[in-house]
């Protein structure tokens, strides 16, 4: 049955909208009021009745990049089929064929969404919420990754997609016009001095140019790892926004450079396309193979212009004999920092037992955790200093 076209949104459709945008905001589509005042002008329109012209029209409102398509459309389905006024509409009128597809990457976020969601809350309930948000942050700084629930993990993913890399400068050979440089520029000051016939000479002056460092991580995707790696790929993700010189490399049995699959702007959909390029995820480790692959094939690409290299890994080789050792040696020399993150390490009586462990550790700059929170944000305390010494071991636990 269709609704009059002329009638404006009842209050129970005004409610639906603003809680439809509400959690198009938390899934991250960015909403503003207006958007929102826009889709209830719309909707008086349209038949309401039309489920077809009601998606397009609410696309057309809150939809502003092609990538949020997809998202709006699972959120489009989850949320009208829970919606009493709309049931009527969802078995009748079929939605759009780009609607129809194999649910998106982001459906899990989209879902987790709508659960946080509310129609009606009261402050008093969201200053309560709001006392025990900070409280559980507090506690998933320390909290390990395997042990986290998976709304913990839905948590400690937002918090890790708001992370910000330092921009750690490296001085290059070139160089640029700067006023308070350090070398004569000879040809811009000359060519000035003509103007005045050389009566009045203005010094001009050369600095080095700094670029950000490239960074490079190779992380280990064996059975052990998976979790921890997957969270870190979350924080690689939200720096290549700003860093343009990330690479990324997965291996477990065989070595896969997933750089241009991490660049989708959504996360979701660019994990869901780091797994499915590779064919070993969480199966064996095979450190000594995939490091030989990385160092024939793309060392001289992405190792150049001073590369800081962050290798993810428990170190548990199957097969550790010396060719690791001689493997890690090449990589070390090859790049400006090695910095080796173990989640091993969260265990205090930690010592390094294992003989995979044995080999690689002389070739490391730096040994540090990385299975919560805090080691994360250790890390980034670490390359915001571009200061420490070359071929030094240095190990810190958080």
Request: charged share 30%.
């Given at each position: 049955m269709a609704i009059d076209h002329l009638n404006p949104p009842t209050g129970q459709m005004a409610d639906n909208v603003i809680g439809f945008a509400r959690a198009l905001r938390v899934a991250g589509i960015p909403v503003g009021p207006g958007a929102v005042i826009d889709a209830m002008n719309a909707l008086q329109l349209i038949e309401i009745g039309n489920r077809s012209e009601v998606f397009t029209a609410l696309e057309a409102i809150f939809v502003k990049r092609h990538e949020h398509a997809l998202i709006f459309a699972q959120a489009?389905?989850?949320?009208?089929?829970?919606?009493?006024?709309?049931?009527?509409?969802?078995?009748?009128?079929?939605?759009?064929?780009?609607?129809?597809?194999?649910?998106?990457?982001?459906?899990?976020?989209?879902?987790?969404?709508?659960?946080?969601?509310?129609?009606?809350e009261t402050p008093q309930t969201q200053a309560d919420e709001l006392r025990l948000s900070v409280s559980d942050k507090e506690i998933l700084q320390k909290k390990d990754f395997a042990q986290m629930t998976a709304a913990e993990i839905a948590e400690v993913t937002r918090a890790i997609a708001n992370m910000k890399l330092p921009q750690a400068e490296l001085r290059t050979r070139r160089y640029?016009?700067?006023?308070?440089g350090l070398k004569l520029d000879m040809r811009r000051t000359?060519?000035?001095?003509?103007?005045?016939?050389?009566?009045?000479?203005?010094?001009?002056?050369?600095?080095?140019?700094?670029?950000?460092?490239?960074?490079?991580?190779?992380?280990?995707i064996s059975g052990s790892m998976s979790e921890y790696t997957r969270l870190?790929?979350?924080?690689?993700?939200?720096?290549?926004?700003?860093?343009?010189?990330?690479?990324?490399?997965?291996?477990?049995?065989?070595?896969?450079?997933?750089?241009?699959?991490?660049?989708?702007?959504?996360?979701?959909?660019?994990?869901a396309s780091c797994s499915a390029a590779v064919e070993d995820w969480a199966g064996g480790?095979?450190?000594?193979?995939?490091?030989?692959?990385?160092?024939?094939?793309?060392?001289?690409?992405?190792?150049?212009?001073?590369?800081?290299?962050?290798?993810?890994?428990?170190?548990?080789?199957?097969?550790?004999?010396?060719?690791?050792?001689?493997?890690?040696?090449r990589l070390h020399r090859s790049c400006r920092r090695l910095i080796w993150l173990n989640p091993l390490l969260r265990y205090g009586g930690f010592e390094p037992k294992a003989q995979g462990i044995k080999m690689m550790l002389p070739h490391v700059d730096?040994?540090?955790?990385?299975?919560?929170?805090?080691?994360?944000?250790?890390?980034?305390?670490?390359?915001?200093?571009?200061?420490?010494?070359?071929?030094s071991l240095l190990r810190s636990v958080a």
């Open positions: 489009f389905d989850l949320f009208f089929r829970a919606a009493d006024e709309w049931k009527h509409m969802l078995d009748s009128v079929p939605l759009p064929d780009h609607a129809k597809k194999k649910p998106p990457a982001a459906a899990r976020r989209v879902q987790e969404a709508f659960s946080q969601t509310r129609m009606t640029r016009p700067d006023a308070r000359l060519r000035g001095s003509l103007r005045t016939g050389g009566d009045i000479i203005d010094i001009r002056r050369l600095g080095r140019i700094d670029k950000p460092a490239p960074i490079v991580a190779l992380l280990d870190f790929l979350h924080f690689l993700h939200a720096i290549t926004d700003a860093r343009k010189r990330v690479s990324v490399f997965l291996f477990g049995t065989r070595l896969t450079n997933v750089t241009r699959s991490l660049r989708a702007r959504d996360p979701d959909e660019a994990l480790t095979r450190i000594a193979s995939s490091l030989h692959a990385f160092n024939k094939r793309w060392g001289r690409r992405v190792l150049g212009q001073g590369a800081i290299v962050l290798l993810i890994s428990d170190g548990l080789e199957r097969e550790a004999d010396a060719r690791l050792a001689f493997e890690m040696d730096e040994f540090r955790p990385v299975h919560n929170l805090k080691s994360i944000e250790g890390l980034i305390e670490a390359l915001s200093s571009m200061a420490q010494p070359h071929h």
